[in-house]
């Protein structure tokens, strides 16, 4: 495996060459979510392994129930999941319109445009959310569609244009998101970190970001205003952007990847009410030592 840092110009060629195009997403068919085959887990690695996502599509839609997308967590190499405030007590959030209750008004849970960002990017270095799984149980009459670009070819994008725009991301106070206070009771701590960086332990190249400007604070740097603005204009317009509407029964595994979701609008009928499932885990996909002895490298 080549190095993002060390072998730049071997592990870009390769990266730029397997990157998913538009015109030939594949969508893996998956007969049981409880047992993965061993040809459905070689698919699925083999797609993250290019380009960091796959997508799904479960023989049967009604065969998801929250315990066989924990059980499909697992296969992937998902072992250690995030119990973060919306989750249910399984780890699975069911991401929906909620008018009440601890989530209301947070963006996930309304009909509103989910603008860039990678999940967690709020939690701390330790915490990093490495992969996450999103499954579509039912979805909206209109809209609710997910762009998806890998972090890695907006890493290489701006590395094309200056290395100093990737040195001014990786400084450790890049980005601080303040600390969450609900009711005068810290819920978290303010956090610092960089945009990317290099997880020690498996030496692979991880991003937080959010293209929000509320509640956040970007480090008063000028050449890392600089980058922070040329990341937006790339993902206001860029080639390698994927768009895809999950359908009921189809879902996207990725090692947290930068997405985003159109705003949506709920039908008047039950099935036409968006549901997702959400699954966030601390362990990269296929990183599991049985998981990986069992695929081909
Ligand atoms: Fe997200």
């Known amino acids: 495996m080549y190095d993002f840092e060390s072998d730049y110009s071997q592990w870009r060629e390769l990266k730029l060459s397997h990157r998913t195009q538009q015109s030939k997403l594949e969508i893996v068919p998956i007969a049981n979510p409880n047992a993965l085959s061993q040809s459905e887990l070689v698919s699925l690695a083999t797609l993250c392994q290019n380009d960091n996502f796959a997508i799904y599509r479960l023989g049967q839609p009604s065969l998801a129930s929250k315990a066989s997308i924990r059980s499909m967590t697992s296969q992937l190499g998902m072992l250690s999941l995030d119990q973060n ?17 601890h989530t209301r008004g947070y963006i996930p849970y309304t009909a509103n445009a989910l603008n860039w960002h990678t999940d967690g990017y709020y939690n701390s270095l330790h915490e990093h959310i490495h992969s996450f799984l999103l499954h579509c149980i039912q979805n909206a009459a209109k809209g609710g569609k997910n762009m998806l670009i890998n972090h890695e070819l907006i890493y290489i994008q701006l590395y094309d244009k200056s290395p100093a725009l990737i040195t001014a991301l990786m400084q450790a106070d890049a ?54 603005n040329m990341i937006e204009e790339l993902l206001s317009d860029n080639e390698f952007t994927l768009n895809y509407t999950l359908q009921p029964g189809e879902g996207l595994i990725c090692n947290n990847i930068l997405h985003g979701r159109s705003a949506f609008t709920n039908g008047n009928i039950p099935e036409q009410q968006r549901v997702m499932y959400r699954a966030r885990s601390y362990n990269r996909l296929f990183s599991g030592e049985q998981l990986s002895n069992a695929l081909p490298q």
């Open 85 to 101: 405030l919306c989750a249910d007590n399984d780890s699975i959030s069911s991401i929906k319109i909620m008018e009440l209750g």
């Open 175 to 228: 980005l601080t998101i303040p600390a969450n206070i609900e009711g005068g009771v810290e819920r978290r701590s303010a956090q610092s970190g960089p945009v990317f960086y290099r997880d020690p332990s498996i030496n692979t190249l991880q991003m937080r970001y959010t293209a929000r400007s509320r509640s956040i604070e970007w480090k008063q740097d000028t050449v890392l205003l600089r980058a922070v």
